[in-house]
């Protein structure tokens, strides 16, 4: 693979259980493909920042709001030793659905990312990094 042509990172956000109201509580999964094999003993350390780049009205009392992940997957190849350390860099949008009557004004607060080497059982290293990170997203309207 050419870490020159990083194909971009699989982005999702699920609503955590409870969260029915304004400050919604929801879980953002990267997912992204490293450009070497990682020793899942060792997983890579990724601590992305969040941030609002804009709401958009897309029909009646339909908004999407855009946000901004960037950051940068720190970790060291499998067999690479001391002093391999490679960084792949992760800057991405990634769009949610609001339901409002006005345009909703929204603030985000994000909590401690937990990150991982996704593999299948008996599997020493993994090209799949995936980081989990609760977000707070508190929506006022006008």
Do not use: W
């Amino acid at each position: 693979m050419n870490c020159n042509m990083i194909q971009p990172a699989s982005i999702s956000v699920t609503p955590m259980l409870g969260s029915t109201a304004s400050p919604y509580e929801v879980l953002v999964n990267i997912t992204q493909r490293l450009c070497f094999p990682c020793c899942v003993g060792n997983p890579p350390v990724f601590d992305g920042r969040y941030s609002l780049v804009g709401v958009s009205q897309v029909g009646e009392g339909q908004y999407v709001a855009t946000l901004h992940c960037e950051g940068v997957i720190c970790y060291t190849p499998l067999g690479g030793g001391c002093g391999c350390t490679k960084s792949q860099p992760l800057s991405q949008d990634f769009t949610i659905p609001i339901a409002s009557t006005t345009a909703p004004t929204i603030t985000l607060a994000q909590g401690a990312s937990k990150n991982t080497l996704a593999t299948t059982a008996c599997q020493q290293a993994s090209r799949t990094f995936v980081s989990e990170t609760p977000l707070t997203i508190t929506i006022a309207t006008a």
